[in-house]
């Protein structure tokens, strides 16, 4: 493939809700640009973007691809996306490396939640975006309704310029809005609008023209004193308005029978901006902090952000990334400007799929890869070292879903922390940490599908067999009431005995203060030098505590007598009798379990309100409070974690994916009796199991 100069590359994502045909989309518009020499199907496992076994297994795209092709001497430099939530990260990714986005509707199920959530991203990185209603070809088709619920979404900036000819399996064309011809068959031939069609089309024309004029100061004036505009003069008009973001334009097609696919790539080349147009960016001195304004433009100083990671077992590590200034090139020196040390670059590829082309280099405004980078990840800067340069990193959407990950055998234990390390430098979504409490390692990513497809990847990539499972809940135990315990450790054998005998006194103390040990021991009847041994045994105790194993909290507990004996009193003497004191002090002051509870802030459209209120009641949660947001409601709940584990799931089938979540720590409170009995028994069988 050639070099384009900055004004002759378009960037575009392509994003859509899970299973509404982008992938397809991409696959056409490679064939119809000549880039494949025949169209791949999603079903058979055989296009150029959904390429790692998972997707082809599951049939939905899991990350994003690079589909580079030439249209018209430019070069579209397009990105697939994934459409389901949990995979967002992707989304978020390709959406910082791209100057402006496709959003496809799905002509049969109009607005779905994927689409709004991709809208969202794009509006907040003020991407100019088009539109496309696709699988126009499908049963129950209708672009006018799809239409309707789209500006009933985004506004009546929202802008056909196409409309349909036919519907459903009547589908066989378009009409061009701007020539006002109908292009209809395999080679959209150019003919006369079908009469029954030629009112909608020209009451369609003539919003396309105001909307054109309106983005430009003479087409307006023209526009405004009665003048006719010429088809270039709304072209121009039009590029305008989806530049400057005051138009969103509005395509049709279907991808499958690959008709109408064409006019897409004219559109791409005619409407969208070229990174020399998209505006300079903003990066930052890594010194002073000052701002510093980039053009894409070959002179300006280098700038280059890895968006994306992968680990491949062959290959070794790959750097997806974006040269916004500069040019960079293969078997050069860079500096990473986040980590502070020098890369060495060896050959650059530009990815078509998994397919990698060597190129020399890589000019303003190109994406790329290359292979084995020492030290650099996903959001690392690659700069000149005498001219560092920071950019803004992407950010990626939180964890929500979690689960606890075991090694399936003793040889799977051993690599299982290289594997979720690389497993986290893959995808910036996924984090994995051991909780202290329950000593389990925990993955965490954006949903149930998310982690397990992590997995079959630690298995497919680094050969290692996990067991998955919901996390422990943390539980722990302390006292309500006050208590003294005595106990006398005494054992006589020949030689020397045994002998510590202590008293101790547990009292509760404030949630969440912990444990403290104090001592009012009179006239020295534990001797000082045992004192410490007596506390150590007390501390022992606590990791596992009296009812149901859990560790112990919120307990001060007091020596305030005992005895000793000159010959066989001990340190290990007073250690086990504190032991046993303790866990007989525990019992009588009248022992509970405590639960995290956590502060469960719910984002969710109006309509979903009692829905989830009814749900949240179902958890044992105390709603604090309710406001508007915007055009959502925040529910504000204290919850028992036990009963949010698998709430990503869970909201998500309540709100039809369009609620979101965020979840913290809050405190820790008693359970309900009726819940403790429950949890203890289901310890002790557990325990007894082990045993």
Same mark, same amino acid.
């Given at each position: 493939?050639? /070099?384009?100069?900055?004004?002759?590359?378009? /960037?575009?994502?392509?994003?859509?809700?899970?299973?509404?045909?982008?992938?397809?989309?991409?696959?056409?518009?490679?064939?119809?640009?000549?880039?494949?020499?025949?169209?791949?199907?999603?079903?058979?496992?055989?296009?150029?973007?959904?390429?790692?076994?998972?997707?082809?297994?599951?049939?939905?795209?899991?990350?994003?691809?690079?589909?580079?092709?030439?249209?018209?001497?430019?070069?579209?430099? #397009?990105?697939?996306? *994934?459409?389901?939530?949990?995979?967002?990260?992707?989304?978020?990714?390709?959406?910082?490396?791209?100057?402006?986005?496709?959003?496809?509707?799905?002509?049969?199920?109009?607005?779905?939640?994927?689409?709004?959530?991709?809208?969202?991203? %794009?509006?907040?990185?003020?991407?100019?975006?088009?539109?496309?209603?696709?699988?126009m070809d499908r049963e129950n088709a209708d672009f006018n309704r799809t239409l309707e619920q789209i500006r009933e979404h985004f506004g009546n900036r929202v802008v056909p310029i196409q409309l349909p000819i036919g519907s459903q399996e009547n589908f066989s064309g378009i009409i061009d809005l701007v020539s006002m011809k109908a292009l209809t068959g395999p080679n959209l031939t150019e003919s006369e609008i079908p009469a029954e069609l030629q009112a909608a089309a020209e009451s369609a024309r003539e919003q396309l023209i105001e909307a054109a004029a309106e983005s430009d100061d003479d087409?307006? /004036?023209?526009?405004?004193?009665?003048?006719? #505009?010429?088809?270039?003069?709304?072209?121009?008009?039009?590029?305008?308005?989806?530049?400057?973001?005051?138009?969103?334009?509005?395509?049709? %097609?279907?991808a499958l029978p690959n008709k109408a696919v064409r006019p897409i790539l004219e559109a791409i080349v005619s409407y969208l901006p070229s990174p020399a147009e998209a505006g300079p960016i903003t990066a930052h001195d890594p010194q002073t902090n000052k701002p510093i304004e980039l053009k894409a433009t070959e002179d300006a100083p280098l700038s280059v952000l890895v968006f994306k990671s992968t680990a491949d077992p062959y290959v070794g590590k790959l750097s997806y990334f974006r040269v916004f200034s500069g040019v960079l090139h293969s078997d050069s020196h860079v500096w990473n400007s986040?980590?502070?040390?020098?890369?060495?670059?060896?050959?650059?590829?530009?990815?078509?799929?998994? /397919?990698?082309?060597?190129?020399?280099?890589?000019?303003?405004?190109?994406?790329?890869?290359?292979?084995?980078?020492?030290?650099?990840?996903? &959001?690392?800067? #690659?700069?000149?070292?005498?001219?560092?340069?920071?950019?803004? *990193?992407?950010?990626?959407?939180?964890?929500?879903?979690?689960?606890?990950? =075991?090694?399936?055998?003793?040889?799977?234990?051993?690599?299982?922390?290289?594997?979720?390390?690389?497993?986290?430098?893959?995808?910036?979504?996924?984090?994995?940490?051991?909780?202290?409490?329950?000593?389990?390692?925990?993955?965490?990513?954006?949903?149930?599908?998310?982690?397990?497809?992590?997995?079959?990847?630690?298995?497919?990539?680094?050969?290692?067999?996990?067991?998955?499972?919901?996390?422990?809940?943390?539980?722990?135990?302390?006292?309500?009431?006050?208590?003294?315990?005595?106990?006398?450790?005494?054992? $006589?054998?020949?030689?020397?005995? $045994?002998?510590?005998?202590?008293?101790?006194?547990?009292? *509760?103390?404030?949630?969440?203060?912990?444990?403290?040990?104090?001592?009012?021991?009179?006239?020295?009847?534990?001797?000082?030098?045992?004192?410490?041994?007596?506390?150590?045994?007390?501390?022992?105790?606590?990791?596992?505590?009296?009812?149901?194993?859990?560790?112990?909290?919120?307990?001060?507990?007091?020596?305030?007598?005992?005895?000793?004996?000159?010959?066989?009193?001990?340190?290990?003497?007073?250690?086990?009798?504190?032991?046993? %004191?303790?866990?007989?002090?525990?019992? $009588?002051?009248? *022992?509970?379990?405590?639960?995290?509870?956590?502060?469960?802030?719910?984002?969710?459209?109006?309509?979903?309100?009692?829905?989830?209120?009814?749900?949240? &009641?179902?958890?044992?949660?105390?709603? &604090?409070?309710?406001?508007?947001?915007?055009?959502?409601?925040?529910?504000?709940?204290?919850?028992?974690?036990?009963?949010?584990?698998?709430?990503?799931?869970?909201?998500?089938?309540?709100?039809?994916?369009?609620?979101?979540?965020?979840?913290?720590?809050?405190?820790?409170?008693?359970?309900?009796?009726?819940?403790? =009995?429950?949890?203890?028994?289901?310890?002790?069988?557990?325990?007894?199991?082990?045993?």
């Amino acid at each position: 493939m050639k /070099n384009y100069s900055a004004d002759r590359i378009r /960037n575009v994502g392509l994003f859509s809700h899970g299973g509404h045909g982008k992938t397809t989309l991409a696959e056409a518009l490679l064939y119809t640009g000549g880039a494949t020499t025949r169209m791949g199907r999603v079903e058979d496992g055989t296009t150029v973007s959904d390429y790692d076994p998972e997707e082809i297994r599951r049939h939905i795209s899991v990350q994003l691809s690079l589909l580079p092709l030439e249209w018209d001497g430019r070069k579209i430099n #397009l990105i697939d996306t *994934p459409g389901y939530a949990d995979f967002a990260g992707e989304v978020v990714a390709a959406m910082r490396v791209v100057d402006s986005a496709i959003i496809l509707f799905e002509a049969v199920s109009g607005v779905e939640v994927g689409a709004e959530n991709a809208w969202k991203y %794009a509006a907040e990185r003020n991407l100019p975006r088009m539109i496309v209603i696709g699988k126009m070809d499908r049963e129950n088709a209708d672009f006018n309704r799809t239409l309707e619920q789209i500006r009933e979404h985004f506004g009546n900036r929202v802008v056909p310029i196409q409309l349909p000819i036919g519907s459903q399996e009547n589908f066989s064309g378009i009409i061009d809005l701007v020539s006002m011809k109908a292009l209809t068959g395999p080679n959209l031939t150019e003919s006369e609008i079908p009469a029954e069609l030629q009112a909608a089309a020209e009451s369609a024309r003539e919003q396309l023209i105001e909307a054109a004029a309106e983005s430009d100061d003479d087409l307006l /004036n023209k526009y405004l004193e009665g003048n006719e #505009l010429t088809d270039e003069e709304v072209r121009h008009g039009l590029r305008q308005g989806v530049v400057q973001r005051a138009l969103f334009p509005v395509l049709c %097609a279907a991808a499958l029978p690959n008709k109408a696919v064409r006019p897409i790539l004219e559109a791409i080349v005619s409407y969208l901006p070229s990174p020399a147009e998209a505006g300079p960016i903003t990066a930052h001195d890594p010194q002073t902090n000052k701002p510093i304004e980039l053009k894409a433009t070959e002179d300006a100083p280098l700038s280059v952000l890895v968006f994306k990671s992968t680990a491949d077992p062959y290959v070794g590590k790959l750097s997806y990334f974006r040269v916004f200034s500069g040019v960079l090139h293969s078997d050069s020196h860079v500096w990473n400007s986040v980590r502070g040390h020098e890369e060495r670059l060896g050959q650059l590829f530009v990815m078509r799929g998994k /397919n990698q082309e060597p190129v020399v280099q890589l000019g303003p405004g190109e994406l790329g890869a290359v292979a084995k980078l020492q030290d650099t990840g996903t &959001n690392d800067v #690659l700069c000149l070292r005498e001219r560092p340069l920071v950019l803004d *990193p992407i950010k990626f959407p939180e964890p929500m879903f979690a689960m606890a990950v =075991q090694p399936k055998t003793k040889a799977d234990l051993d690599k299982l922390g290289t594997a979720l390390g690389r497993l986290v430098e893959e995808d910036p979504t996924i984090r994995v940490h051991k909780d202290p409490d329950t000593g389990e390692t925990l993955i965490e990513g954006l949903g149930e599908s998310h982690i397990d497809i992590a997995a079959e990847r630690m298995h497919r990539k680094f050969g290692v067999d996990v067991v998955l499972s919901v996390p422990k809940v943390p539980f722990k135990e302390t006292i309500l009431g006050k208590s003294q315990a005595e106990y006398k450790h005494k054992k $006589q054998t020949g030689g020397h005995g $045994q002998y510590g005998h202590v008293f101790l006194e547990l009292e *509760p103390l404030a949630r969440g203060t912990g444990f403290e040990f104090g001592e009012r021991v009179v006239g020295g009847a534990v001797p000082k030098n045992f004192i410490p041994a007596v506390e150590k045994g007390v501390r022992e105790s606590l990791p596992e505590g009296v009812l149901a194993g859990y560790p112990v909290v919120d307990v001060k507990v007091t020596l305030y007598d005992g005895s000793y004996h000159p010959v066989d009193s001990s340190e290990m003497a007073f250690k086990l009798a504190a032991s046993q %004191a303790f866990r007989k002090g525990f019992e $009588q002051a009248h *022992p509970v379990l405590l639960e995290p509870i956590v502060e469960l802030t719910v984002r969710v459209p109006e309509q979903y309100v009692g829905d989830v209120m009814g749900d949240l &009641n179902t958890r044992r949660a105390r709603v &604090n409070g309710m406001y508007p947001d915007g055009d959502k409601s925040v529910i504000e709940a204290l919850v028992p974690l036990a009963e949010v584990q698998r709430y990503a799931t869970d909201l998500r089938s309540l709100t039809q994916g369009r609620g979101t979540f965020t979840m913290k720590f809050a405190q820790y409170e008693e359970v309900p009796a009726h819940i403790a =009995q429950t949890i203890i028994a289901e310890a002790k069988k557990n325990h007894q199991a082990h045993d």
